[in-house]
């Protein structure tokens, strides 16, 4: 089955600051990687995904990268404030089309602080 | 994006009794839902995959008999904590696709055992 690691496992940067999170997988099947952000006690909520098919997506001050030969993508966030302290997770999953989608496997996740 | 929630956002039962919760897609109909368990710190786990109108896939290791799983519409799934102990205390997450690749997720329930 997929396996996805992630790192780091924290990141403290000062606000304004650039952060990045990088994540590996290993099934060369997959082809859908998304990106969600968690806040304490609430579920992950969606920040940004890619489609094996392109190379990087950016929206406003994130952005992701995809490196299908090497089986890596990161996630880049620049001019970081303070509210986007919280915990990310990057996923990998293969869809093999239609209407029936296979399941997300997530990295461990990362904490990022942001300094004010 | 599309919007799932979920009840209650936390729930306190006493050891032996059980606890249902509820997922349901508030603007999208979902044939496929799924339920996550997340213990502090750690990531999330899929428990099983929840199919509108047949069985649940129940991933290695989840007792499918502790942990019932309905889906009984394409807007809602609920799953069942049976004969609950203090170790089925967890943070437990459900998601549904909508269509698309995108998959969203509810805000999460905190069940507490005691």
Known sequence: GENVEQHPSTLSVQEGDS???KCTYSDSASNYFPWYKQELGKGPQLIID????VGEKKDQRIAVTLNKTAKHFSLHITETQP???A??????RHNAGGTSYGKLTFGQGTILTVHP | GAVV????SWVICKSGTSVKIE??????????M???RQFPKQSLMLMATSNEGSKATYEQGVEKDKFLINH???TLSTLTVTSAHPEDSSFYICSANEQGYEQYFGPGTRLTVT
């Open chain 2, 5 to 8: 929630s979920q009840h209650p």
């Open chain 1, 19 to 21: 952060a990045v999170i």
């Open chain 2, 34 to 36: 799924f339920w996550y």
């Open chain 2, 23 to 32: 997922c349901r897609s508030l603007d999208f109909q979902a044939t496929t």
């Open chain 2, 72 to 74: 009984a519409s394409l």
């Open chain 1, 83 to 85: 509210e986007d302290s």
């Open chain 1, 50 to 53: 890619i489609r094996s098919n």
């Open chain 1, 87 to 92: 915990v990310y997770f990057c996923a990998a």
